[in-house]
């Protein structure tokens, strides 16, 4: 999965010397909680609603008004990703470095952002949950060293795998969840058991 299949493509941007209250206003009258940030002409990150009301309510709101811009939220350096990244690249600067969203580039231009709630969308498309089809869900635990894929095709055999997540465990194992549709095949049937002979006896007269 790539970042390109889970962005928002809707984004606005706003040059770094934007007073907080005025980046606030705009926000604002367009009924969005983040803005991309721009530096030079590049883009230099992304800014969020509560991260100007939490910069506007301390210190001196006089001063503050009067002289802060974006400049003293953005971060010196941006953290983006690039569409073609994979998701899990995004999942990790967002987890790591606390960030409300990542924007997206493509070559030198940004074509969208990616946020938390889109990352959760991921992942539970991953793992199947969204999907409206009734399904059974299985889990397994093998050693590391085992034959994975043999003993998935062993567990799923007469199932429709609708959705596969392997990782590894601390205790290196393989804990795997599958997403099945369909009816487990049933233990084939014991033969009858074999009806005991009895020797005819003779009539004695």
Known sequence: MIVRQWMSPKFALLPIETSLPDALRFLNSKGINLVGVLRHGHVAGAVTRSEIYEML???DPMTLLSRKTLASIVPPSATTVFADDPIDRAARYICE?????VPVMQKDDMVGIITPADICRALCEIMGSRSQEASMVMTLT???GSDLLAEISRRSEGLTL??????????RDWQVLLRMRGEPPKPAALPPAPTPQTAGLEKCA
């Open 57 to 59: 309510e301390s210190g």
């Open 97 to 101: 470095r606390g960030l409300p969203a």
């Open 142 to 144: 093998t050693p590391r």
């Open 162 to 171: 609708l959705s596969l997540v392997a990782y590894p465990t601390p205790d």
